[in-house]
């Protein structure tokens, strides 16, 4: 009993140091990530989910996967704020309603045309006005479509991949399939669309840094950035699951 007692104060204490040691790292990443979220997420909720990654990761970590404890934790970190961020679906149903009529509409004007769908295409296929259709891609900023962060192909990602013991081969295969088509997608992207993507996802610029380097309103950046989402959940709807 003696040796049980002094292993749980010793785990105790383990996790307390980890803590200590690893705190202004889960504070990092949560104060980066808030930077791209909705307003109605809070620090405090993507801090305490990046504690319990913290602790998955102390508990999982491997030496001889090569990678330093800091590399990993900060996967883990990261994966399980996103994972929060994504079982609080934060955004009204209206919207993703009026996304989803969008995404249509603007699949439904390609298919006809062979080319990108226009704003005011879009507006007149939904019987609305532009005003109307720019507010629509206001509020859909932060509606769910599918996640683009899981487009990363760093060393780390791979290296989270392979701990996982859930992962079959097939959905590996569909994943990959996936990403392929989502990276084809992209590439083909109106030009501005596609600058905004990557400003947004490889650069890590926030929308008010991009409004700086293409000369915009931070308002237009959101609204170039949600058309661009939309038009990619159109491109991908074969891949996505709408229920």
Partial sequence: MKN??????????????????????????????????????????????????????????????????????????????????RRSDWTPRSVHKKARMVAEAMRAIETRTGRDARDVEVAEELSI??????????????????SIEELNQSEENFLEESTSESEAPFDSLTQTGFKRALVDSIAGLPERERLVISLYYDDELNLREIGEVLCVSESRVCQIHSQAMLRLRARMVDWLDDE
């Fill in 4 to 85: 049980i007692a002094a292993y749980s104060t010793q785990e105790h204490e383990d996790y307390e140091t980890l803590v200590a040691q690893h705190a202004p790292l889960v504070k990092k990443i949560a104060c980066h990530l808030l930077n791209r979220l909705p307003v109605t997420i809070q620090l405090d909720d993507l801090i305490q989910a990046g504690m319990i990654g913290l602790l998955q990761a102390y508990r999982h970590y491997d030496l001889s996967q090569g990678a330093s404890f800091e590399t990993y934790a900060g996967i883990r970190i990261r994966g399980s704020m996103l994972d929060e961020v």
């Fill in 129 to 146: 006005e532009i005003c109307e259709y720019h507010r629509i891609l206001q509020d859909s900023l932060g509606c769910r479509i599918f």
